[in-house]
């Protein structure tokens, strides 16, 4: 695969996911603003895009690991998958990320109080992302498995009472897109993620939770942005031009 500068950002990344990490060494957002081009994100960052384009073509070029081709599934399962997988991270690590920032602003606050904005951020992400995931669960994506099971089925395509997929898809993102910013601030704060010299042994783990946490976000937000919610829109198509 030859890559361009004019190529999408987000379908190399649907394509392979390790080129994931040259966008994340640039700090490129590959997830909420995967609709831009190389060169487009690249001209935002005062970057030259023939770096990002080299690095990117040297690793697709190098010898192949063994990744998850998420494009190949049906949106069904790969639904399956975020609400099974990615959700259920969420909710498991807020219940371990929360304590510990508690305490940490507790015992270091005074000297780095940038800890009550980090704190600030991730229970508001926390609180966002748990509305965000059970409308995904309860509407979204129990809408995209009916419109998987009319086609396989062959059954007459019903338009939902939202109008059209597209409408929740677009709020969805909009939601990204907020709690993309938010983890950018706590990036920013933490010094990317860096625990100072005095930090306990809490402080670095808490860091550390909170790294792995954006982490898993923006592959959870790229599987959606970029290839479950294109797809439910081209399915949607497919059904209606039936009718």
């Given at each position: 695969m030859?890559?361009?500068?004019?190529?999408?950002?987000g379908e190399?990344?649907?394509?392979?996911?390790?080129?994931?990490?040259?966008?994340?060494?640039?700090?490129?957002?590959?997830?909420?603003?995967g609709n831009?081009?190389?060169n487009?994100?690249?001209?935002?960052?005062?970057?030259?895009?023939?770096?990002v384009?080299?690095?990117l073509?040297?690793l697709t070029?190098?010898?192949?690991?063994?990744?998850?081709?998420?494009?190949?599934?049906?949106?069904?399962l790969?639904?399956?998958?975020?609400?099974?997988?990615?959700?259920l991270?969420v909710?498991?690590k807020?219940l371990?990320?929360?304590?510990?920032?508690?305490?940490i602003?507790?015992?270091?606050?005074?000297h780095h109080?940038?800890l009550?904005?980090?704190?600030?951020?991730?229970n508001?992400?926390a609180?966002e992302?748990a509305?965000?995931?059970?409308?995904?669960?309860?509407i979204?994506?129990?809408?995209i498995?009916k419109?998987?099971?009319?086609?396989?089925?062959?059954?007459?395509?019903?338009?939902?009472?939202?109008?059209?997929?597209?409408?929740?898809?677009?709020m969805?993102?909009?939601?990204?897109?907020?709690?993309?910013?938010?983890f950018?601030?706590?990036?920013t704060?933490?010094?990317n993620?860096?625990?100072?010299?005095?930090?306990?042994?809490t402080?670095?783990?808490?860091?550390?939770?909170?790294?792995?946490?954006?982490?898993?976000?923006?592959l959870?937000?790229?599987?959606e942005?970029?290839?479950?919610f294109p797809?439910?829109i081209?399915?949607e198509?497919?059904l209606s031009?039936?009718?």
């Open positions: 030859n890559i361009q500068e004019n190529q999408i950002i190399l990344v649907a394509k392979d996911y390790r080129t994931a990490s040259v966008f994340k060494k640039y700090g490129i957002d590959f997830c909420c603003q831009r081009t190389i487009d994100a690249c001209e935002a960052k005062k970057i030259d895009d023939q770096l384009v080299s690095d073509n040297a070029q190098s010898q192949s690991e063994n990744t998850t081709d998420y494009k190949s599934w049906p949106i069904d790969l639904a399956d998958y975020i609400e099974k997988k990615h959700h991270y909710q498991e807020t371990e990320i929360k304590p510990y920032l508690d305490k602003c507790r015992v270091h606050g005074e109080p940038e009550f904005e980090i704190k600030e951020h991730f508001a992400t609180g992302l509305m965000h995931m059970k409308k995904e669960e309860l979204l994506f129990p809408s498995r419109m998987v099971k009319t086609k396989q089925e062959n059954f007459q395509w019903e338009a939902p009472q939202f109008g059209t997929v597209q409408n929740p898809i677009q969805m993102m909009d939601e990204h897109t907020t709690e993309g910013d938010r950018r601030k706590i990036e704060l933490s010094n993620y860096t625990p100072p010299e005095d930090a306990c042994n402080y670095r783990v808490t860091i550390a939770l909170l790294k792995e946490f954006e982490q898993d976000l923006h959870h937000i790229h599987l942005n970029n290839i479950l797809k439910a081209e399915l198509k497919e031009q039936k009718n």
